[in-house]
């Protein structure tokens, strides 16, 4: 029974090898016409000794780089301002809301103002009334002359008639028609009346001062009053020199009819057509960042950068992150970045003028180092070095001295190793670049 299973599937066994070898005559042979795709040929390589490996090589290149500090921080408004209320007051009317723009000196809330405008009409008629006993007006308030009262004056003339009267005595006696008596007693009585002069005098002064803490008490109700109107500030500092500074409505908190007490906070604006990134920076930067350089800005929400400026730097080092914070001021003309998001900066420290770089297919990263081959007198040399910038296509070295000169290894090198000999060869080059170089030359 065995035997007999053996030899039934030795047919089918035959059959599939029949078939693999078909298929792949009709694939690699040719047999249909096919192709097989092949590496571009090595012209000349029967000249080279046997061993020697094929590479390709560019020239080392020194390029401007533009050295910029990174850091990530936090977007803030250019100024946040939080309103709150000075006056106690049923709130009358609400006139702008969250997400509304507005501009200093519009006006957002108001408080029913019928309790103020009683006072203010209180003061008033009280600020009347102390000014009525001094027969003053507002226009003449200022010119005030306390000699020019009537009380005074009479005091005055009283005082002035008695001393005249004094003199005549003073006379008599001293002729010895009268006796000193007389002249003793009309001093008592100049002096009296002097007093009562001076009395009159300190009266209208008070009657003046009372006047005058008047027409405070009507200056704060009247305040009040104003309070009543809650406004959009008027912000002394600006961004840029000629801005003109608006506001955008973040928080409210008040309703139409709701009670507010004093210090009751309601609304929250900030000044957002202009940002501040505030960002920390490693205090191995110290001696690069400066005020007034300019730094590349971006962030999740878009794939474009945001110009920005270095304003301010923190003149002292966080002990605890070895960090200092750096602002950096961004316009935000067209409201396009909000406030609190997070965001990127490269700051544009200064320009190197003659940096070596190499294409980014030259560089090997193996086993934690980074290296190139350059090629010297048909042997590979093996140089340790460290990456900087970088773009699509090249990227910076250092850590080696080489000469301008430099041919680097980009292709064939992850075979390499110091010493290995080797020999160059041209890039292969693209059937559209063949055709391209062909049609220049004819």
């Known amino acids: 029974m065995n035997k007999r299973r053996h030899w039934a599937s030795t047919p089918a066994l035959l059959v599939g090898l029949v078939a693999i070898g078909v298929a792949w005559t009709l694939n690699y042979g040719g047999l249909l016409g096919g192709k097989r795709e092949s590496l571009p040929a090595d012209r000349g390589s029967s000249r080279h000794a046997a061993g020697e490996i094929a590479v390709t090589v560019s020239p080392l290149q020194m390029r401007t780089i533009q050295r910029t500090v990174s850091c990530v921080g936090t977007l803030h408004a250019f100024e946040q301002v939080t309103l709150s209320a000075k006056v106690e007051g049923r709130v009358r009317k609400i006139l702008h809301d969250v997400g509304d ?96 002069h ?145 965001a990127k900066a490269a700051i544009e420290t200064r320009f190197d003028p003659a940096v070596p770089t190499v294409p980014l297919e030259a560089i090997v990263r193996f086993a934690g180092i980074t290296k190139i081959f350059l090629v010297e007198e048909g042997h590979a040399r093996e140089v340790q070095v460290t990456t900087g910038v970088a773009s699509d296509q090249w990227v910076e070295i250092d850590g080696a001295r080489l000469p301008p000169t430099t041919q680097v290894v980009t292709s064939g090198q992850t075979v390499l190793a110091n010493g290995t000999a080797v020999y160059v060869r041209a890039p292969a080059v693209s059937t559209k670049a063949s055709q391209r170089a062909g049609a220049e030359l004819r």
Request: aromatic share 4%; net charge neutral.
């Open 198 to 342: 001076d009395n009159q005098v300190l009266l209208a002064k008070s009657g003046l001062a009372t006047i005058q803490m008047k027409q405070e008490a009507l200056s704060i109700v009247r305040q009040q009053l104003k309070d009543t109107q809650i406004a959009a500030p008027q912000p002394s500092m600006v961004p840029f020199e000629g801005h003109e500074a608006s506001y955008a409505i973040t928080s409210r908190t008040a309703a139409e009819g709701s009670f507010l007490r004093a210090g009751t906070e309601i609304f929250k604006l900030v000044m957002d057509r202009t940002l501040k990134l505030k960002a920390p920076v490693p205090d191995r930067f110290v001696a690069d960042v400066q005020v007034g350089q300019k730094a590349k800005v971006t962030t999740a929400a878009y794939d474009c950068t945001f110009e920005g400026t270095v304003t301010r730097i923190n003149p002292a080092v966080d002990p605890t992150t070895r960090t200092f914070e750096v602002e950096i001021l961004v316009p935000n003309a067209n409201g396009a970045l909000k406030s609190g998001s997070f």
């Open 101 to 196: 723009r507005v501009k200093p000196g519009d006006l957002l809330l108001q408080i029913d103002p019928t309790d103020f405008n009683l006072s203010v009409r209180q003061a008033q008629s009280a600020l009347d009334v102390e000014m009525a006993k001094l027969g003053l007006t507002p226009a003449n308030v200022k010119q005030f002359d306390v000699a020019q009262l009537p009380n005074v004056i009479e005091a005055s003339a009283k005082m002035e008639r008695m001393r005249e009267r004094m003199d005549r005595v003073r006379t008599l006696v001293e002729r010895g028609a009268m006796s000193r008596d007389e002249l003793s007693n009309l001093s008592s009585d100049f002096r009296s009346l002097q007093a009562e």
